[in-house]
């Protein structure tokens, strides 16, 4: 069994920063692929950013390029999500995600463990 656990939500101004942390704990692999997703209030869930194993490959949404940075340290088996700029737009319950593979994908379904999620607000 794996364990994810967010940290690091809150309420922001718009144009802003947040810095998420998801630690990893159990059967992980630490060549696992990991990353985030989000869900706002009456929409879907959404792709947000995945990265490998090393860190040397990522995969961004376009909607976050540019403005969100995610790192991982494997000692820690922790992955970071650094997000500046933030809009109102990114106002989500975000999700931090492991899958059992080194693929990143942009599918909810690729992706085999969920932490619970941190509230994150921007205010306009």
């Known amino acids: 069994q794996v364990q994810l656990v967010e940290s690091g939500g809150g309420l922001v101004q718009a144009g802003g920063s947040l810095r998420l942390s998801c630690a990893a704990s159990g059967r992980i692999r630490s060549s696992s692929a990991m990353g985030w997703f989000r869900q706002a209030p009456g929409k879907e869930r959404e792709f947000v950013v995945a990265i490998n194993w090393s860190g040397d490959d990522t995969l961004y949404a376009d909607s976050v390029k540019g403005r969100f940075t995610i790192s991982r340290d494997n000692a820690k088996i922790t992955v970071y999500l650094q997000m500046n700029s933030l809009k109102p737009e990114d106002t989500a319950v975000y999700y931090c995600?492991?899958?059992?593979?080194?693929?990143?994908?942009?599918?909810?379904?690729?992706?085999?463990?969920w932490g619970r999620g941190t509230q994150v607000t921007v205010s306009s």
């Open positions: 995600v492991a899958a059992s593979t080194w693929r990143l994908g942009i599918r909810a379904s690729e992706y085999d463990y």
